[in-house]
């Protein structure tokens, strides 16, 4: 199959998922389980990870000023532009296209080669709709909740560090991270998120939702899926970076 | 009843299907059998319109399905009930929400109503006490029983079961074999059974097709269908050298 059919097919499912639900109270109750399987589920990682990465993003700042004239605040400065402007939006997104989007590829390519989904479509029930567009709409809804949650810890083990080793100073990290701050960074790192969630969940769904064949190919699929997510939110990032950002 | 009529169907240039014609009665379990690779599938996905038709007709109780929007083939889904291979349970739900899925889906019944017919449907197929397992946690021969009393719940007018006693013993085949020849009468529904299990066919089979090669080849009813002169038939039914050591004997 080429690149533009299975942007075709893609598109297609996109089509039979933005349809009206058949059932508005199921549908419901369907993307609140996805929130909770997708967002809430994830928190544990986004936890470590968040924590973790803003250490040694502070360590690695304070260890590479070796200027006086560099005043110590640049550390909490420089920790939170990295954390809020592309550590928690882009990479932890990335990291969530492989926990989440092989976690949503895998569960439609299971139910695709057990029949569960030929199930759904004969009993009359919209299966993209159904299956997708929860998974979809849950995910853009709690992504941004996680990102800022990940910057607040970032940014949290960035000050434990500095105050564990010394490095620097609670009130300069704090000053730092007060410092020429614009609001609108945190507008354009919840955009970038609404976007990667939208890749993930979408692109995850495609791979898990036309699987033919047995396991073998569900793996195959969730591998396709987190490939392509990572790509496109990559590509993605650059694209809203170019646009949000140079004037 | 469901009839279907000069039905073509092929992929890639392959043909699947090739003019095969056939009427399912109401009221009778009707059997497709053939060996694998004859089409089976292919057919009962054409049926229930999982597959577009090359050319033909589907007809049920008249409506034919290829020539309806997506809209109206809605209520035709809605009219039928599906037993698969592997059951195709929903391993998220329990059984008892697997049983009350369409109900939840196209009914109006209030969550008590819904858990009362989910709880008729399950004793119907003498399932007991298993509504909060999950499907992994049940037999094989379980959770067909499980998939048919989901397959009722909305009282269909037509029943597939694609190969209903794929890897069961034959004791338990003949329980689930003997389930869907009784819910046949019971609620007087078309039930269409793809099957190559010689058993089903002598317990079952009111009215059988044979298919071949993609065609109708054969058509009759249990009674008929050891008697035939037919080579095809005969190497089918006849498979085994035990079994054709038995019919010379018979002879």
């Given at each position: 199959m080429t690149f533009i059919q299975r942007i075709g097919e893609y598109s297609l499912m996109l089509g039979g998922a933005f349809s009206r639900p058949d059932k508005l109270k199921v549908f419901w109750k369907r993307c609140v389980d996805e929130v909770m399987n997708l967002g809430v589920n994830s928190m544990g990682i986004v936890f470590i990870i968040s924590i973790f990465m803003g250490m040694v993003i502070t360590i690695q700042t304070a260890s590479n000023i070796d200027?006086?004239?560099?005043?110590?605040?640049?550390?909490?400065?420089?920790?939170?532009?990295?954390?809020?402007l592309e550590f928690s939006p882009t990479i932890i997104s990335l990291i969530l296209a492989g926990i989440v989007g092989s976690r949503i590829s895998s569960e439609l390519g299971s139910m695709r080669v057990t029949e569960q989904i030929d199930a759904l479509e004969i009993m009359g029930v919209n299966s993209k709709n159904y299956l997708v567009l929860p998974k979809i709409l849950g995910f853009m809804f709690i992504l941004p909740f996680i990102i800022i949650y990940s910057m607040v810890l970032g940014l949290f083990g960035g000050w434990v560090v500095g105050m564990a080793s010394g490095i620097i100073s609670s009130a300069d990290y704090i000053y730092g991270l007060q410092y020429w701050f614009e609001p609108f960074?945190?507008?354009?790192?919840?955009?970038?998120?609404?976007?990667?969630?939208?890749?993930?969940?979408?692109?995850?769904?495609?791979?898990?939702?036309?699987?033919?064949?047995?396991?073998?190919?569900?793996?195959?699929?969730?591998?396709?899926?987190?490939?392509?997510?990572?790509?496109?939110?990559?590509?993605?990032?650059?694209?809203?970076?170019?646009?949000?950002l140079i004037d | 009843m469901i009839e279907i009529r000069n039905i073509y169907k092929s992929f890639n240039e392959v043909s699947i299907l090739k003019d095969v014609s056939f009427k399912f009665d109401t009221g009778k379990t009707n059997l497709v059998i053939g060996q694998s690779g004859s089409g089976k599938s292919v057919l009962t996905k054409c049926i229930v319109g999982l597959h577009d038709v090359d050319d033909g007709q589907v007809l049920y109780?008249?409506?034919?399905?290829?020539?309806?929007?997506?809209?109206?083939?809605?209520?035709i889904f809605k009219e039928i009930g599906m037993l698969f291979q592997g059951s195709a349970l929903f391993d998220s739900m329990t059984v008892e929400e697997n049983v009350i899925f369409p109900l939840s889906m196209f009914s109006n019944m209030t969550k008590d109503e819904m858990r009362d017919r989910a709880n008729f449907c399950l004793k119907r197929v003498e399932i007991f006490d298993k509504n909060n397992l999950y499907p992994s946690e049940t037999s094989g021969g379980m959770q067909k029983r499980i998939a048919i009393a989901r397959a009722i719940a909305l009282n269909p007018r037509y029943l597939f079961c694609d190969e209903p006693n794929s890897g069961l013993d034959p004791k338990t085949a003949i329980?689930?074999?003997?389930?869907?020849?009784?819910?046949?009468?019971?609620?007087?529904?078309?039930?269409?059974?793809?099957?190559?299990?010689?058993?089903?066919?002598?317990?079952?089979?009111?009215?059988?097709?044979?298919?071949?090669?993609?065609?109708?080849?054969?058509?009759?009813?249990?009674?008929?269908?050891?008697?035939?002169?037919?080579?095809?038939?005969?190497?089918?039914?006849y498979a085994s050298k035990f079994m054709q050591d038995f019919k010379k004997r018979m002879v």
């Amino acid at each position: 199959m080429t690149f533009i059919q299975r942007i075709g097919e893609y598109s297609l499912m996109l089509g039979g998922a933005f349809s009206r639900p058949d059932k508005l109270k199921v549908f419901w109750k369907r993307c609140v389980d996805e929130v909770m399987n997708l967002g809430v589920n994830s928190m544990g990682i986004v936890f470590i990870i968040s924590i973790f990465m803003g250490m040694v993003i502070t360590i690695q700042t304070a260890s590479n000023i070796d200027s006086e004239l560099i005043p110590k605040y640049t550390v909490g400065f420089t920790a939170r532009q990295t954390i809020v402007l592309e550590f928690s939006p882009t990479i932890i997104s990335l990291i969530l296209a492989g926990i989440v989007g092989s976690r949503i590829s895998s569960e439609l390519g299971s139910m695709r080669v057990t029949e569960q989904i030929d199930a759904l479509e004969i009993m009359g029930v919209n299966s993209k709709n159904y299956l997708v567009l929860p998974k979809i709409l849950g995910f853009m809804f709690i992504l941004p909740f996680i990102i800022i949650y990940s910057m607040v810890l970032g940014l949290f083990g960035g000050w434990v560090v500095g105050m564990a080793s010394g490095i620097i100073s609670s009130a300069d990290y704090i000053y730092g991270l007060q410092y020429w701050f614009e609001p609108f960074s945190i507008f354009y790192a919840l955009i970038k998120t609404v976007l990667f969630a939208f890749i993930i969940a979408s692109v995850s769904s495609y791979y898990g939702y036309y699987v033919k064949g047995g396991s073998l190919e569900v793996g195959k699929a969730s591998t396709k899926a987190v490939i392509w997510s990572s790509i496109a939110i990559l590509f993605v990032n650059y694209l809203v970076t170019q646009l949000l950002l140079i004037d | 009843m469901i009839e279907i009529r000069n039905i073509y169907k092929s992929f890639n240039e392959v043909s699947i299907l090739k003019d095969v014609s056939f009427k399912f009665d109401t009221g009778k379990t009707n059997l497709v059998i053939g060996q694998s690779g004859s089409g089976k599938s292919v057919l009962t996905k054409c049926i229930v319109g999982l597959h577009d038709v090359d050319d033909g007709q589907v007809l049920y109780d008249g409506r034919d399905m290829q020539s309806m929007s997506n809209r109206k083939r809605k209520t035709i889904f809605k009219e039928i009930g599906m037993l698969f291979q592997g059951s195709a349970l929903f391993d998220s739900m329990t059984v008892e929400e697997n049983v009350i899925f369409p109900l939840s889906m196209f009914s109006n019944m209030t969550k008590d109503e819904m858990r009362d017919r989910a709880n008729f449907c399950l004793k119907r197929v003498e399932i007991f006490d298993k509504n909060n397992l999950y499907p992994s946690e049940t037999s094989g021969g379980m959770q067909k029983r499980i998939a048919i009393a989901r397959a009722i719940a909305l009282n269909p007018r037509y029943l597939f079961c694609d190969e209903p006693n794929s890897g069961l013993d034959p004791k338990t085949a003949i329980v689930i074999d003997n389930l869907i020849q009784d819910i046949t009468k019971e609620y007087n529904m078309t039930t269409v059974v793809i099957t190559h299990d010689m058993n089903s066919v002598l317990e079952i089979g009111e009215n059988i097709m044979f298919l071949y090669e993609g065609e109708n080849y054969w058509q009759g009813d249990r009674k008929s269908i050891v008697s035939t002169d037919s080579k095809e038939v005969n190497d089918f039914v006849y498979a085994s050298k035990f079994m054709q050591d038995f019919k010379k004997r018979m002879v």
